[in-house]
């Protein structure tokens, strides 16, 4: 299974996230469930990064690990970067819906920021 886990501040604002584990949803490169939370998660840094000049810290792994943590940012900045991951979110989310035996989302909030 794929877990997801969505990091928020206490604002609700996404903070960071990370995703591991494998769907085996089907055989190695033909697993859709795999290839649609890669494609969107991703996406989603590549996007984050190309319109709004932010690199996220990334870290990936064995295991389908990768981990995205978001510094602190300019408001202006910052809005437009919680659009996009709020996007991959709803992506996710979808997938999740289609596919809840393959893949897991939790959501944490942090009391403190």
Same mark, same amino acid.
């Given at each position: 299974?794929?877990?997801?886990? *969505? !990091? ?9 996230? %990370? /995703? ?7 055989? +190695? ?15 989603? *840094? !590549? ?9 996220? %810290? /990334? ?7 990768? +981990? ?27 997938? %999740? ?17």
């Amino acid at each position: 299974m794929i877990d997801v886990t *969505i !990091n928020r501040k206490s604002s609700g604002n996404i903070h960071s996230f %990370e /995703i591991s584990g494998h769907a085996f949803f089907a055989n +190695r490169g033909k697993d859709i469930v795999c290839a649609g939370v890669s494609a969107v998660s991703i996406g989603a *840094i !590549n996007a984050v990064h190309a319109l709004t000049g932010v690199t996220p %810290e /990334i870290g990936q792994g064995e295991d389908g690990f990768l +981990r995205c943590v978001l510094p602190d940012l300019p408001e202006d900045v910052n809005e437009k970067v919680q659009l996009l991951l709020e996007g991959m979110v709803i992506s996710l989310q979808t997938i %999740e819906e289609d596919y809840g035996k393959y893949i897991n989302i939790t959501f944490k909030k942090q009391e403190v920021e």
